[in-house]
């Protein structure tokens, strides 16, 4: 069965520190995986998708179909990406699967 | 940019009263969703609706819950005899092409937060 997981609830870094999220996931076809943000009292919104290879707010997010992963990072946290953030795959129905989300804080 | 909105934003309602949950999709999406988070818990989907019928459903959507699109905008969640563990955030969502495309993908609205008493 497919599957999201996120090892960590919580990552605290300071400004200007480098950070990765991390996301491993489960999956017996070929998959599609997008990391979502949820800003405080915002919806969810998408942040990028693995097919685009683009770089969205200095993030980045590469697929290792080896290692199964697609951690998200960006060289330098900024107090504005204190948010909760979310990998998602999506499955042969076209519908998300989503892992239990990590909330990132960047402390000044 | 247009955005999917959901009513109401919060429902209070007792156990085993009905609910209905709305949603307006973004006017040309033709695939709609509706997932739910528990709280503290991660977000599930619940069913995928097209061309009027349920494409996909989980196992969470059972014979209590039921969808429907009543008319060209609205989207809705019924849930037939609520229970205590109903209590979660449920967000609609819709896309335009089902995630055929690689430039779409679901735009979710801002949730509705149902407590159960």
């Known amino acids: 069965a497919q599957r999201v997981t996120q090892p960590e609830k919580l990552l605290s870094v300071f400004k200007g520190a480098p950070v990765e999220l991390k996301c491993n996931y489960s999956?017996?076809?070929?998959?599609?995986l997008f990391w979502y943000v949820q800003y405080s009292r915002q919806r969810l919104q998408l942040l990028l998708r693995h097919i685009s290879r683009e770089s969205i707010k200095g993030f980045t997010a590469d697929l290792n179909k080896g290692e199964t992963s697609f951690h998200l990072k960006k060289p330098f946290a900024q107090e504005e990406d204190s948010a909760m953030y979310y990998c998602a795959l999506m499955d042969y129905g076209q519908n998300f699967v989503f892992g239990p989300g990590t909330r990132l804080s960047v402390l000044p | 940019e247009p955005e999917v909105t959901q009513t109401p934003s919060h429902q209070v309602t007792q156990m085993g009263q009905e609910v209905i949950l709305r949603c307006v999709p973004i006017s040309n999406h033709l695939y709609f969703y509706w997932y739910r988070q528990i709280l503290g818990q991660k977000v599930e989907f619940l069913v995928s609706f097209y061309n009027n019928e349920i494409s996909e459903k989980s196992e969470i959507f059972d014979d209590q819950f039921s969808v429907e699109r009543p008319d060209g905008s609205n989207f809705t969640l019924k849930i037939r005899s609520t229970k205590l563990e109903d209590s979660a955030m449920y967000f609609c969502?819709?896309?335009?092409?089902?995630?055929?495309?690689?430039?779409?993908?679901?735009?979710f609205g801002p949730g509705t937060r149902l407590t159960v008493l």
């Open positions: 999956y017996s076809g070929s998959p599609e």
């Open positions: 969502a819709s896309s335009y092409s089902g995630g055929f495309s690689s430039t779409d993908t679901q735009y």
